[in-house]
């Protein structure tokens, strides 16, 4: 009988055990997976400027980031045909340099139906997801996104 088999086992077991306790304290996310953030949009242009320009810095600091933002109410506005910023840059612009760096943009389709928004008013890279809150919090639940509100 070979008495190190147990204490191998044993150190094998802990091991996989403190490998396990590891994940689950880090979100489920294993080392060297990019980060995964959910960007929360309800209140507006002057949320949603914030908003991108906290995304654009997010991205400088840490390119590999994987951003999904999920707008709703008047968070929305930015993502419709025409929308500018205070100094009258369009959004569409933004939004369509995010999307190229792996960006993805998500709109209520519960906002459009009650502000009566025909869905071809929205930018062409956003999703329309059937509720952006039920969308925030399968994210955050499902997916292991962390939550960041501008």
């Known amino acids: 009988m070979n008495i190190f088999n147990p204490i191998l086992r044993g150190l094998t077991?802990?091991?996989?055990?403190?490998?396990?306790?590891?994940c689950a304290t880090n979100?489920?996310?294993m080392a060297g997976e990019p980060v995964k953030v959910v960007y929360h949009i309800n209140e507006g242009l002057d949320q949603a400027s914030n908003g991108l320009r906290?995304?654009?810095?997010?991205?400088?600091?840490d390119p590999k980031a994987k951003i999904v933002?999920?707008?709703?109410?008047?968070?929305?506005?930015?993502?419709?045909?025409?929308?500018k910023?205070?100094?009258?840059?369009?959004?569409?612009?933004?939004v369509d340099d995010?999307?190229?760096?792996?960006?993805?943009?998500?709109?209520?389709?519960f906002t459009l139906l009650s502000r009566k928004i025909d869905r071809s008013k929205v930018h062409s890279e956003a999703k329309i997801v059937p509720s952006g809150?039920?969308?925030?919090?399968?994210?955050q639940s499902e997916e292991?996104?962390?939550?960041?509100?501008p």
């Open 13 to 22: 077991a802990a091991f996989l055990a403190l490998s396990l306790a590891a």
């Open 27 to 29: 979100g489920g996310k």
């Open 54 to 61: 906290n995304i654009r810095n997010h991205l400088t600091a």
């Open 69 to 83: 933002v999920v707008s709703h109410a008047g968070g929305i506005n930015f993502l419709l045909e025409g929308a």
């Open 85 to 94: 910023d205070k100094n009258g840059n369009p959004y569409a612009a933004a």
């Open 98 to 109: 995010l999307s190229l760096k792996g960006v993805d943009f998500r709109v209520c389709n």
């Open 133 to 139: 809150v039920a969308e925030v919090s399968r994210l």
């Open 144 to 149: 292991g996104y962390v939550y960041l509100k």
